[in-house]
């Protein structure tokens, strides 16, 4: 089992920033492939960035690129998601998400690849 809480979300006006942290434990991070994922009302959970165990590969959803930054701290147990530029459309509940699946190469982007997920923060964009 992997416990995953996330913190930093928040109201931000429009070109604002936010930082969030998601605190892994449970199993060893460094063994475990992270991502970040939304959820706006009346949509689909979206992925919006991955990072692969050792934090050298990383992905994003287009509509994020050069505004949000996925780092992690593998001695802290913590992911990150620093995001920019934040605009409405960024609204939503943001997941963090964790894979175990030693084997897989890369940075895994779909739903159903991760494993755990956290119970989600709040992020609102002010227009």
């Known amino acids: 089992q992997v416990q995953l809480v996330e913190s930093g979300g928040g109201l931000v006006q429009a070109g604002g920033s936010l930082r969030l942290s998601c605190a892994a434990s449970?199993?060893?991070?460094?063994?475990?492939?992270m991502g970040w994922f939304r959820q706006a009302p009346g949509k689909e959970r979206e992925f919006v960035a991955g990072?692969?165990?050792?934090?050298?590969?990383?992905s994003y959803v287009d509509s994020v690129k050069g505004r949000f930054t996925i780092s992690r701290d593998n001695a802290k147990n913590t992911v990150y998601l620093q995001m920019n530029s934040l605009k409405p459309e960024d609204a939503a509940v943001y997941y963090c998400?964790?894979?175990?699946?030693?084997?897989?190469?890369?940075?895994?982007?779909?739903?159903?690849?991760?494993?755990?997920w956290g119970q989600g923060t709040q992020v609102t964009v002010s227009s």
């Open positions: 990072i692969s165990r050792s934090g050298g590969s990383t």
């Open positions: 998400a964790a894979d175990v699946f030693s084997l897989r190469v890369g940075v895994p982007t779909f739903y159903n690849e991760y494993d755990f």
């Open positions: 449970g199993r060893t991070f460094r063994t475990l492939a």
